[in-house]
């Protein structure tokens, strides 16, 4: 979706972010702004604060300082009640591993944010069955998380990050537990899916390959934005 | 797309799933709430005796006086058992806080994911006020119907009782309906409020359950209940005889001696985290063996593992000990023993009814102790990454093993003994420590009323502690049975 002076509305944005873990900063006043539909790579070394980051975006932490934007919603002000109701809407969360409710099915795992959003459970299951399909697990509805690879389960954490067909997608590092085919494989279909969609995504990683795949890339360093990543890149830090 | 709340469906299927710790944790809640049930229905049927009813062959139900001590005992009964019901919600704790995580992390709020805990505890609780109430009607039915065994040559080999011979319980009797619904929601609902208040220091997040203990216990409020309460009982006939008699002649006064009990009670078990922390301190840095200090520093880092312990133990053991005092007492005053012990004393009421009480302190025991092995258990196996972390480093299992018994088993030892010494304490405190009774017939026919004193229950007190510190010794070792499996090096891999 474009604006009238033919720039892309913004979907998801970030002022002044500052996040500690007690003493600690670990987000040193991050902004950035994320078009509708882009897909945004955060790269940078471990303890960069990109996780954090993304958790601040994602409305799992609360910031600090500053302020989170979702369309013209400020999230960082709301409730944790509010902050999570969000993931079950209009956010939708991606880990590198143990996301997934290991009691449950893949498709009641899948069906589970429609279903704490109130919604029946034959329509929220329907809805399900469609995104196991749209992410090649169909067949593995009735398996449950545990026995499935560690690729089938992170292509079923992002149907269900997808199910309420959120606005904005967040990943943090999405194939980092994964091999390097399977975890092609799960970008290429995160990819296309998102496309299909216009969702906006925001990639977390430490991978060349995975930061690839974004339209526009950004770096943190310490805590804060790096306007100069080539420099680190070419000291041979990923 | 809706963003409303959770259907309560939706709440039931993600409270009721889980594996098979899940479903230990679900059953034994049931059967804890079941057998309160139990207990509370049979309190309900005491209370409804009225004059009419019966005879009763238990002295303890027969006389209208002592119902009421019945009434608490039953009560008191089940205090143990939703201990132990409370021990067990920690069984599978990981995979059930991996779980409520996943939850928070798919959009759960924390209240709804403290909806689903109170759900899982509260459904399990409602099957087993269910299972409870079915026990109490096939009793209530059988002890009314079957009239006993008979060998074949007419000889009664076990007799139940009738209503021309006296029943064993209170089988002629229905509850009042308000108390049969009292007990049946009151089990689950307290045990589903129960729940959510367990969680009060617990933050769910979607990372993982964080539980915001306090390191350091609390020491000032345990001591005054425990101190103001102990010392309310031992000088309680001192205050009753101070006391106008206005005062002291107030029907509720009487019900001053299980309260100050009761807080006598509190005290004690609060305080034993702060126990275990004080002699973690002491022993920690004065030891050199590796297994004591690693006990030592667990009493100090984690002191109120020790008061799950010890609640229903501390428990049972004031109570017997109590009991034990009292029995010496009353059967002291009624004849029934001691030097000038009368020959026509032959119902030996109060001997044989304090064996019924004796009966009861065991079931509380055992279920204490059933509790002890539950919490061992689950220690170990909760700690299961930082054990095997500690043998991949060369601490030999044994050490570990000898920790894990040291640790539970060390703080018990004060605070079992204190209970047993406050518990006979409190009995002479409360019925006195002389009581006057018939000396012998003299030459003139006349019966000179003596005051002798009281024998301390030296030999009951003793052996209810050794069985209580043996029990939980027994247990503990049986809890390390779980040790190898948790030590193994493969826990270093898995997810934490």
């Known amino acids: 979706m474009s604006t009238a002076s033919g720039e892309k509305a913004v979907a998801l944005s970030a002022r002044s972010l500052v996040y500690s873990y007690g003493a600690a900063p670990a987000v040193k006043g991050v902004s950035l702004e994320v078009a509708r539909g882009e897909i945004l790579s955060i790269t940078g070394a471990s303890g960069s604060g990109k996780s954090t980051l993304l958790l601040c975006l994602a409305g799992v932490l609360a910031p600090d300082a500053g302020e989170v934007r979702l369309g013209d919603r400020i999230i960082s002000a709301e409730s944790e009640s509010e902050r999570s109701r969000l993931r079950r809407s209009q956010v939708g969360v991606v880990f590198q591993f143990g996301q997934l409710v290991p009691e449950l099915t893949a498709l009641e795992n899948v069906a589970l944010p429609l279903l704490l959003g109130g919604a029946r459970r034959s329509a929220a299951e329907t809805a399900a069955r469609t ?16 026995g499935m690879s560690g690729g089938q389960s992170q292509r079923v954490a992002i149907a269900r990050a997808m199910v309420t067909e959120p606005e904005v997608v967040l990943a943090d590092e999405p194939t980092g537990a994964l091999d390097s085919l399977s975890g092609e494989l799960v970008m290429n279909q995160l990819v296309r899916v998102v496309r299909e969609a216009g969702t906006t995504v925001v990639l977390v990683t430490h991978d060349a390959r995975v930061s690839a795949y974004g339209d526009r890339e950004i770096h943190l360093r310490d805590g804060e934005l790096d306007p100069h990543p080539a420099d680190l890149l070419d000291a041979g830090v990923s | 797309m809706s963003t409303g709340t959770p259907r309560t469906t939706t709440l039931l299927r993600v409270a009721a799933v889980g594996g098979r710790a899940d479903r230990l944790r679900i059953a034994l809640t049931a059967v804890g709430s079941a057998a309160a049930t139990f207990a509370l229905l049979l309190a309900a049927a005491v209370a409804s005796i009225g004059p009419g009813d019966g005879p009763y062959r238990l002295n303890l139900v027969a006389d209208a006086g002592l119902r009421p ?19 067990c919600s920690r069984i599978g704790a990981p995979a059930r806080d991996r779980r409520l ?7 759960a709020t924390p209240s709804e994911v403290r909806r689903v805990v109170a759900w899982e505890t509260g459904l399990a609780a409602g099957v087993g006020a269910i299972l409870g109430a079915a026990a109490y009607v096939v009793a209530h039915v059988w002890f009314s119907d079957v009239p006993g065994v008979t060998a074949p040559d007419g000889r009664r080999v076990v007799d139940f009782g009738s209503s021309s011979t006296g029943l064993l319980f209170p089988t002629d009797v229905v509850p009042h309906w308000w108390l049969l619904v009292v007990c049946l ?7 589903a409020l129960g729940a959510r208040l367990a969680l009060r220091r617990t933050a769910i997040t979607p990372f993982a359950v964080v539980r915001r203990a306090r390191r350091r216990p609390p020491t000032l409020v345990p001591a005054l209940l425990f101190v103001g309460g102990g010392l309310a009982l031992v000088f309680w006939s001192a205050l009753g005889r101070a006391l106008p008699d206005s005062l002291v002649e107030r029907p509720w006064f009487v019900l001053t001696v299980p309260v100050l009990v009761l807080i006598t009670a509190v005290g004690l078990m609060l305080g034993a985290a702060s126990g275990a922390y004080a002699l973690g301190r002491l022993l920690a840095p004065r030891t050199r063996r590796p297994a004591l200090l690693i006990a030592a520093r667990r009493m100090t880092d984690a002191p109120f593992t020790a008061s799950r312990v010890s609640t229903a133990v501390v428990l049972a053991v004031l109570l017997g000990c109590g009991a034990c005092g009292l029995r010496e007492n009353f059967a002291l005053a009624s004849g029934e023993t001691g030097p000038y012990r009368d020959p026509l004393e032959t119902e030996l009421f109060f001997t044989r009814s304090f064996e019924v009480v004796n009966i009861a302190v065991l079931i509380g025991l055992a279920i204490a102790a059933a509790g ?22 060369g601490v030999p299992r044994r050490t570990l093993a000898t920790a894990i018994v040291l640790e539970t088993v060390l703080p018990l030892v004060p605070t079992v003994l204190v209970a047993a010494v406050t518990g006979v304490l409190g009995a002479r405190g409360v019925y006195g420590s002389t009581v006057e009774v018939n000396g012998p017939v003299q030459p003139n026919g006349s019966l000179p009323r003596l005051t002798v004193d009281v024998p301390i229950p030296w030999s009951p007190s003793a052996t209810l502690v050794g069985t209580t510190l043996a029990l939980a010794l027994v247990m503990t070792v049986g809890s390390l049975a779980f040790l190898r ?12």
Not at chain 2, 71 to 83: D, E, G, H, N, R
């Open chain 1, 131 to 146: 995104w196991l399909e749209r992410f090649e697990v169909g067949g593995l509805a009735d398996a449950r998380p545990p």
């Open chain 2, 69 to 87: 001590g019945v009434i608490a005992a039953l009560l008191l009964m089940c205090i143990p058992v939703l201990t132990f019901a409370g021990q």
């Open chain 2, 101 to 107: 995580a996943a939850l928070r992390m798919a959009g």
């Open chain 2, 185 to 191: 929601i009151g089990v689950p609902l307290g045990a």
């Open chain 2, 372 to 393: 002890l092995l539950v919490v061992a258990a689950e220690g170990v196996v909760t700690r299961r990454r930082t054990l095997a972390a500690m043998t991949a480093t």
């Open chain 2, 485 to 496: 499996s948790s030590t193994d090096i493969r826990e270093l891999r898995a997810a934490a």
